[in-house]
Structures are given as structure tokens and as C-alpha cells.
């Protein structure tokens, strides 16, 4: 361990103690029971999120107040809680959060107080947002994002062309945020993000696709079909855009850090949903161990079990001090010099996927079925080795600061 991280301290203020147990009140009589009603309907679970919003969860004022919460634990704390009531729920109640974050690292000012309230909504009329990166052949490969973006200077608006893939909320919310290609030879430098005001047209849902896991969360193609935005709809803004692109044309280099920096900031908010799933896995597990006998004994009293759910627990903890001490580090601008924020949600990803499966273990055929959850939480916990940087490109990052080495 670092220099980067003296001073961390994982004991949580009054303030984030009182978020928690508020979330994770809501996760447990709320989010919950309902978790396997929307898994089966695969929809977006409208009314959950509507309570969400009357409780104040689901909104910016909540998002903003955690996300400059001063020990930096605030957002992950929450979102432990909220995951451990239910993933698909989850992510339906904090999508908006990602694409608010995408916005929040390259808009300005202006561009913030205009689009993010949009993207929420209100109590009686909530919305979401979309954040659109992905396409068919740019996964974790961004820098093969084919979507284009082409100014008409005529008209100060902006042309926007593609096909967007697996974006969470696509089609169905509000306010899209969408990554094109202003210059295609220079790769991800050439790129920038794109405001796509609601109701907009040319922007539309492909396919809505039906999914192993987080399931009552939203995930579809977006058709941009000769989209036109406002000049002001480029995040940042034009000269900005002028700026660096003609730096990058003169052949400077420069960034990749604050990108990279961006990513490793976002990555314990993530890593701490996965958190959340792992600890209902391993909780329910050891529940079960406690009251089923066979051969006259509780299961948890045989070591091969009781083994299991301590190596279960240790795990779950282990994902939460790395999580914890990577969001500890956004918040206090430490640099990430071994991808601390990567190791994050490898670790916590990899241990949902890991204790999800385990607790099947422990609930034996009962597992197995939909009469108890933990087959659900093993198929939500998944998608985390996957998504916002699959787990071997999280290996690729780390890899890299640790040996300094430019590993492919
Ligand atoms: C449910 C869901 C929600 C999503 N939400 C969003 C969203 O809101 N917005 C958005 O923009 N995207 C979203 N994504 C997309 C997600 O980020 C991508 O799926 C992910 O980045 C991986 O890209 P890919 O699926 O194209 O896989 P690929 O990049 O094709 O990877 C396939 C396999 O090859 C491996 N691989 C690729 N390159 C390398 C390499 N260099 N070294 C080693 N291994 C490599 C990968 O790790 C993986 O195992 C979502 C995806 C899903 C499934």
C-alpha cells in the first residue's frame, strides 16, 4: 500500500450513518419484497422509483449531497445498502446517477444546472437518464466508437449519427448523454459527449434486450438517425473541443490522466453496488445454515459449511475496505497510483459473482429454485464482471500501474 492512502479512516460520520440506515430502511421494506415481481415482468419498475423520489432517494439534491459527501463514503455506503435490497431495482433507481456522473466530468457549469434536473425529473413526473458510449463493435474498445458527430456551422447545431448498444435507460429516459466521433482518426481523443435534449427527433430505441440478470433494469440499442443538437449541447463546449483537438493535431499528448483519473473515481461507486449483493448473498446464506438440519444437526455446524460462510464474510469485508479506501481516495484527490479504484470493483465484482454462487451452495436444491433469492442475486452479480469495464480490463489498468509496463 501507498503513501496515497495515510490518513484513511473507514469510521463512517453521523451523516453517512444516518444515510445508511435511511436507505437501507427503504431497501429492506420496499426494494426488497419487490425485487422478485420485477425480475419476472422485466420492466422498468416505475412505482419503486416513484417512492424512491418521494422519499427524496431518487433525485439530484440526494445524488449531488452524497457525491461531495466530505469523507467520500457517502455514495458508496448508500449504495450497498440499496443493492443489498435489490440489483435490477438498484440500478433501475441509480442509471440516471451514471449518466449524471458522465455529464457532471465534462459539462459546464451551465450545462449541469440546464440538463441534470431534466434528467431526474420531479416528484409527480419522474424521468431518467441514459448514458451512451457502447456500440456493437466498441465495447471495451472505445477508442472504435463509429458514431459520428459533424458541425454545421450554418446553423450552430450539431449532427449526430449511430447505432448505441446496451445503454441502460436508452430510449425510455429523458435526457441522453451520447459519445461520438468528431475526428475518427484520432481514436478516443477525437471524441466527445453530446447532450440529447428530450423528445428530440431521430433519436429512437432499437432492441430492448432480455437479460440473465438485472432484469427489471432497462437495457436497449439507440438508433441516432441524422439526430441535430444545439451548438450548446456539446459538453464542454466548442472552443474547449477547438482547443484539444488542435493540440492533439500538433501531435501533444496529454488527457488520458484526467480521463483515467475520472474512471478511477467512478469505479468504487460501482464496486460498492456489487458490495451490496454480496453481503444479502452471504447474509442469507448464513440464515438458511443457521435453521436447516440434516443428519440431526443445523448445516452451519459442520466446518465444510460453517468454512464456507467465514470465508463468505471475510470476502464481503475485504471488497468493502477496498471499495471504501478507493472512494476515500477520490474524495481527497490522492492519485490512484496502482489503479486502486480498478482494484476496487475487480475485487468486489469478482467476490459478488463468487459468494452469490456459494449461498446457492449452502441452500442446496432450495437455492437452485425462485422460492428463495439467492439464485438471483448469483444471476445480478454477473453482470458486475461485465459492465463499466469488464474485469480483465480492470486487470489490464492495474497491470499497467504496477508494473509501469504498456501491457496489451
Ligand atoms: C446490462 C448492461 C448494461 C450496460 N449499460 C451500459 C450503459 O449504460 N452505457 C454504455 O455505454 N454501456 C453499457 N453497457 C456496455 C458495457 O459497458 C460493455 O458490455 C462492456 O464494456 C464490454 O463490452 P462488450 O460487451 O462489447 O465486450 P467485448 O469488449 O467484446 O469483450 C468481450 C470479452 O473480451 C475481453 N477483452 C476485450 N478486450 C480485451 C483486452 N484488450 N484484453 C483482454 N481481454 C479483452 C473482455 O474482457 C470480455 O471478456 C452495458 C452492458 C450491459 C450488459
Redesign the pocket.
Known amino acids: 500500500m501507498t503513501e496515497s492512502v495515510s490518513g484513511f479512516c473507514p469510521e463512517l460520520s453521523d451523516d453517512v450513518r444516518e444515510v445508511r440506515d435511511w436507505v437501507r430502511e427503504f431497501a429492506r421494506d420496499v426494494v426488497r419484497p419487490a425485487g422478485a415481481e420485477w425480475d419476472e415482468r422485466e420492466e422498468t419498475p416505475w412505482p419503486v422509483i416513484q417512492e424512491a423520489a418521494k422519499i427524496g432517494l431518487y433525485s439530484l439534491d440526494f445524488f449531488a449531497g452524497q457525491w461531495f459527501e466530505e469523507s467520500g463514503l457517502g455514495l458508496a455506503v448508500a449504495f450497498e445498502e440499496l443493492f443489498w435490497g435489490d440489483a435490477g431495482i438498484g440500478l433501475s433507481i441509480v ?1 440516471t446517477g ?1 449518466a449524471a456522473a458522465a455529464l457532471a466530468s465534462n459539462g459546464t457549469p451551465e450545462q449541469m444546472g440546464e440538463w441534470l434536473p431534466q434528467m431526474f425529473g420531479s416528484v409527480d413526473d419522474v424521468k431518467l437518464g ?5 456500440e456493437p463493435d ?4 472505445v477508442g472504435a466508437i463509429r458514431t459520428r458527430a459533424v458541425y454545421d456551422a450554418a446553423k450552430d447545431e450539431w449532427v449526430l449519427n449511430g447505432v ?7 430510449g425510455i429516459a429523458n435526457v441522453h448523454v451520447v459519445v461520438a466521433s468528431v475526428d475518427p482518426s484520432l481514436g478516443t481523443r477525437g471524441q466527445a459527449s453530446f447532450v440529447v435534449p428530450p423528445g428530440t427527433p431521430g433519436l429512437s430505441q432499437g432492441q430492448k ?1 432480455r ?1 440473465h440478470g ?1 432484469r427489471a ?1 432497462h ?1 436497449a440499442e439507440v438508433i441516432l438517425d441524422d439526430v441535430r443538437v444545439p451548438g450548446d449541447c456539446l459538453l464542454g463546449g466548442k472552443d474547449k473541443l477547438d482547443e484539444r483537438l488542435a493540440r492533439v493535431r500538433s501531435g501533444a499528448r496529454g488527457g488520458e490522466q484526467a480521463a483515467m483519473r475520472t474512471f478511477e473515481t467512478t469505479r468504487p461507486v460501482v464496486a460498492a453496488m456489487a458490495v451490496g449483493i454480496a453481503r444479502a448473498s452471504f447474509e442469507y446464506a448464513r440464515d438458511y445454515a443457521r435453521e436447516r438440519e440434516q443428519f440431526g444437526r443445523k448445516i452451519g455446524e459442520n466446518q465444510a459449511i460453517a468454512f464456507l460462510l467465514a470465508d463468505m464474510a471475510t470476502r464481503v469485508d475485504v471488497a468493502r475496505f477496498m471499495t471504501w479506501r478507493a472512494a476515500w481516495m477520490a474524495r481527497h484527490g490522492r492519485p490512484f497510483e496502482q489503479a486502486e479504484g480498478s482494484m476496487s470493483k475487480l475485487v468486489a465484482s469478482e467476490t459478488a459473482v463468487w459468494v452469490s454462487e456459494q449461498a446457492i451452495q449452502i441452500l442446496g436444491g432450495a437455492g437452485y429454485t425462485r422460492e428463495h433469492p439467492v439464485e438471483r442475486f448469483h444471476r445480478d452479480a454477473k ?1 458486475f464482471t ?8 480492470q486487470r ?1 489498468i492495474i497491470g499497467r500501474a504496477v508494473t509501469g509496463l504498456p501491457v ?1
Open positions: 442509471g451514471l441514459a448514458f451512451c458510449a457502447s466498441a465495447g471495451s474498445d448505441k448498444t446496451w445503454a441502460t435507460n436508452g434486450f437479460k438485472i433494469s437495457t453482470i461485465i459492465f463499466e469495464g469488464t474485469s480483465e480490463i489490464l496489451r
